[in-house]
Nanobody, 124 residues
Framework: QVQLGEAGGGSVQAGGALRLACAAS????????RGWFRQAPGKEREGVAAIYTGTGRALYAESGKGRFAISQDNAKNTVSLQMNSLTPGDTTMYYC?????????????????WGQGTQVTVSS
């Protein structure tokens, strides 16, 4: 059973930075997708960034390009999301997710396992 655990959310002022981390356990292969999503109340879950652990290929939503960076630490089975230049529009719950294969990296329906989420709050 794959399990994910997030850490690193919190509160920061606009222009600040946060680093989210997602540790995974239970995987029997070394290549899979690891994604970060966010979901505001009443809205659909939105893909922020994803990385394919087999190649290190990283993909980003337009909202995060140039500000967010996803990275992996294979030894720790951890994927991190460095978020810089945060704005109040980034305030919401952030979730990590994983799947062995996806049709679209930013489609939440393609991911099998999810963490419980971590809150990010950016004040103006």
């Amino acid at each position: 059973q794959v399990q994910l655990g997030e850490a690193g959310g919190g509160s920061v002022q606009a222009g600040g930075a946060l680093r989210l981390a997602c540790a995974a356990s239970g995987y029997t292969t070394s290549s899979y997708w690891r994604g970060w999503f966010r979901q505001a109340p009443g809205k659909e879950r939105e893909g922020v960034a994803a990385i394919y652990t087999g190649t290190g290929r990283a993909l980003y939503a337009e909202s995060g390009k140039g500000r967010f960076a996803i990275s992996q630490d294979n030894a720790k089975n951890t994927v991190s999301l460095q978020m810089n230049s945060l704005t109040p529009g980034d305030t919401t719950m952030y979730y990590c997710a994983t799947s062995q294969s996806v049709l679209a990296w930013n489609d939440a329906k393609d991911y099998n396992y999810w963490g419980q989420g971590t809150q990010v709050t950016v004040s103006s």
